[in-house]
């Protein structure tokens, strides 16, 4: 999947808002499922969003309502709008592509294409 580049992430006061991208390197790949997961200090990485290149999306129930995941397929680039931050929000956020979807349609990330992650730190 080529090389992923994350930007976007920061520092805001609780009820603010961030809007992360990711951009995958080749350009002219397909890719059917992006997501966005992260990890708060000491906790393990958890799935944020996720989003098939047919629309369909997919939310981790903490941020339903708050944020909304979308992607530009002909970038091979997601974006994840992050609005009503909550100091609960704060990690480092990571996407990930390629991976696959059950039937319920929760994300299972690839093994190994991630991105290098950006810092989003909410402050109370």
């Known amino acids: 999947q080529g090389r992923l580049v994350e930007s976007g992430g920061g520092s805001v006061q609780a009820g603010g808002s961030l809007r992360l991208s990711c951009a995958a390197s080749e350009r002219d790949m397909r890719i059917e499922v992006m997501g966005w997961f992260r990890q708060a200090p000491g906790k393990q990485r958890e799935l944020v969003a996720s989003?098939?290149?047919?629309?369909?999306?997919n939310y981790a129930d903490s941020v339903k309502g708050r944020f909304a995941v979308s992607r530009d397929n002909a970038k091979n680039t997601v974006y994840l709008q992050m609005n009503s931050l909550k100091p609960e929000d704060t990690g480092v956020y990571y996407c990930?592509?390629?991976?696959?979807?059950?039937?319920?349609?929760?994300?299972?990330?690839?093994?190994?294409?991630w991105g290098q992650g950006t810092q989003v730190t909410v402050s109370s």
């Open positions: 989003a098939t290149s047919g629309g369909t999306t």
């Open positions: 990930n592509v390629g991976g696959n979807t059950d039937y319920k349609g929760r994300y299972y990330p690839h093994l190994t294409n």
